[in-house]
């Protein structure tokens, strides 16, 4: 089933994302929590992609799994960095033989001790969009950045290049990580404003340990509010208060989403699958 059907459902709706692993020896290891995690039934999954398209078999074997076994459709990222046009075709046409029909279309950053050209063909992920459109029926998504992306001049120049990958096929578009909704209700205004009309999931990431929260501010640069950093500092030192308190604040999250008219949610589980459980049995009664 591609994406664009699935968002038009009026019912609130969970999603999760999934990372393959680094090394072929861990894929059993991380197979069995995506498994665990696909066994839930979530809306659909989405299988991220290793920097420099170090993880592209295995987040085609992921993808292909979870969908094989489960029936839960899947997103399959797809990086541009490093890549040139024929090596990106000839993973679209992996992604086919495994049923894939959905891709989140990304630049992607210049992975660690990179020596090759970064962008040899496609600079953009406006460009990599188009040109999978051209090349087969996928359903294609995008990233976007509440918070604007960090080489954007401005939060101008974010949008606007948002709405070029919309202009050239981008059906939906994910967030990144954000700590504070209203960062999101605003982003949201701002891009109704420009005529961005596509479906928007908010992508939330369940901070249940407290050294995790300094290594997703690296990631995404995302703001965090002071009541969400004082619960970090008081709990981080204990694992399990901090896990119960990071699982709360992602429900309340969730919850104030729906809330507020935001049928569907993208969970980042981090391969948890008992966070999210947690979470998901907290949302019992709001989301089926």
């Not at 861990?26 to 069995?32: P, S, T, Y």
């Not at 619960?231 to 204990?238: C, E, I, P, R, S």
């Not at 969730?254 to 459980?277: C, E, Q, R």
Request: hydrophobic share 35%; glycine share 8%; net charge negative.
């Amino acid at each position: 089933m591609k994406i664009r059907e699935v968002l038009t459902s009026e019912k609130p709706t969970i999603s999760f994302e999934v990372f393959p692993p680094k090394q072929d020896t861990d894929f059993a290891e991380v197979e069995r929590a995506v498994l665990e995690l696909a066994s839930m039934h979530p809306e659909y999954m989405s299988v991220t992609y290793g920097a420099g398209g170090s993880t592209r078999g295995n987040t085609v074997r992921l993808a292909g799994a979870i969908q094989r076994i489960y029936k839960v459709p899947a997103i399959a990222h797809l990086t541009c960095v490093g890549a040139g046009k024929e090596s990106i075709h000839e993973i679209l046409k992996d992604m086919q033989a495994s049923g894939i029909e959905n891709i989140l279309a990304l630049r992607g950053d210049r992975p660690r001790d990179f020596e090759g050209e970064v962008y040899p063909y496609y600079r953009y992920a406006s460009e990599l969009i188009a040109d999978i459109k051209e090349f087969g029926d996928f359903c294609v998504g995008g990233a976007c950045y509440p918070e604007g992306y960090p080489e954007d001049a401005n939060k101008e120049e974010n949008i606007n290049n948002l709405k070029k990958k919309v202009d050239v096929g981008c059906e939906y578009l994910t967030t990144q990580m954000f700590f504070d909704n209203n960062i999101f209700y605003n982003f949201l205004y701002r891009i109704r404003e420009k005529g961005i009309n596509v479906p928007v999931i908010p992508g939330v990431m369940p901070i249940t340990r407290g050294n995790q929260l300094k290594r997703a501010i690296e990631l995404s640069g995302t703001n965090v509010p002071e009541h969400f950093r004082n619960m970090v500092d008081h709990f981080g030192d204990n694992p399990e208060a901090m896990r119960q308190a990071g699982i709360i604040y992602a429900t309340d999250q969730i919850i104030d989403l729906i809330a507020n008219g935001i049928t569907h949610v993208h969970v980042y589980s981090m391969n948890k699958p008992d966070v999210a459980k947690a979470i998901r049995d907290n949302l019992a009664g709001i989301v089926e």
